[in-house]
């Protein structure tokens, strides 16, 4: 389950929960979070949103995916599946290693070395507050004390999702690249998981305690603030998951680290991509595809022109 869970933990749209993790007092950043974020039913029929980048002998589909699901929800159908049966490449963000070289890259990159334990790291309220949250998830308090904070709060962040029944590999990037595979596809990763894990490693550690802090306070609200997550996405409301996905990126060392840089990075990516005939179907979290720091609006800087495919 390790091996599943590296992308579901590094691309999570739960990760950009770390953008509400400013010098504000965490609850404050969610409860704000909360109160602008309306509340969606899930649709019968799923229709998340679809977009595509057309010249004369290149097509790249965009479309913004959710790492972790509850397995039955039928998504990959009409449009989506049009677009990807058309396409003769998948990329995605990062391509999952085989187990062993995922445990080398998370006992380089998650393992604390300083030697100083995680719970040690926190003052006396904050570590009181994380202890109770790790027995409320049935968790030994010292479970994740060799842990740097960020690994940490995104593994505690997990387990009330996986209690619900969502599981780590029922994610739209197993369903794609399990289709991709079948059909010997060629498939790209954006980034390696060394990148991905090293953008919160190297996060400072005051700012991995805020975000460990704010998951702490937020960890009973992490199922129902998924299920409208997901929601959001069936429904392709677009400016609603920019606002539960991508708030809060105020701090300039979060907003560059996690959207801007990234999204800067894959517009390079399909710019040069452009030059090359072919179709490509491009799968990357829903929050890179939305708000105004998103993957077309950095494109449109570059003088592209994404479409909307209704259907």
């Known amino acids: 389950m390790a091996r599943r869970w590296l992308s ?7 990760l950009l929960g770390l953008a509400a993790c400013q010098s504000e007092p965490p609850q404050t950043a969610g409860q704000s979070a909360a109160a602008e974020a309306q509340i969606a039913t899930l649709p019968d029929d799923p229709d998340p949103a679809l977009w595509v980048l057309k010249d004369d002998d290149t097509t790249i589909y965009l479309f913004g995916t959710v790492h972790i699901l509850k397995p039955g929800l039928l998504w990959f159908d009409e449009a989506i599946k049009d677009a990807f049966d058309e396409s003769d490449e998948l990329v995605v963000e990062m391509i999952e290693p085989d187990p062993a070289a995922m445990m ?18 926190l003052n006396t309220e904050d570590r009181a507050a994380y202890e109770a949250a790790m027995t409320s998830l049935d968790l030994p ?13 995104v593994s505690m962040s997990l387990v009330p999702l996986v209690k619900n029944g969502y599981d780590p590999n029922s994610g739209v990037e197993d369903a794609l690249t399990g289709s991709a595979k079948s ?4 498939i790209i990763g954006l980034e390696t998981p060394e990148q991905q894990l090293g953008f919160f490693d190297n996060l400072p550690e005051d700012v991995q305690i805020r975000f460990l802090n704010f998951n702490v306070n937020s960890i009973g609200d ?11 996405w069936a429904n392709a409301n677009i400016a609603a998951l920019a606002e539960l996905m991508n708030a809060g990126l105020e701090e300039k060392i979060l907003y560059d680290t996690l959207l801007s840089n990234r ?25 890179h595809l939305a708000g105004d ?6 494109l449109a800087k570059r003088g592209f022109r994404t479409k909307r495919i209704k259907y």
């Open 8 to 14: 579901a933990l590094i691309t999570s749209p739960l």
């Open 104 to 121: 080398k890259i998370v006992g380089d990159l998650a393992i604390d070395k300083s030697g100083v334990s995680l719970r040690d790291k």
């Open 141 to 153: 308090v010292n479970a994740f004390d060799p842990l740097d904070p960020w690994f940490a709060s």
């Open 183 to 186: 059909r010997n596809m060629k």
């Open 222 to 232: 992490m199922a129902a603030g998924m299920e409208n997550m997901v929601a959001h």
């Open 263 to 287: 999204n800067a990075n894959w517009a390079e990516w399909v710019d040069q991509r452009m030059d090359q005939p072919g179709t490509v179907f491009m799968a990357v979290g829903a929050g």
């Open 293 to 298: 720091a998103s993957l077309q609006a950095q």
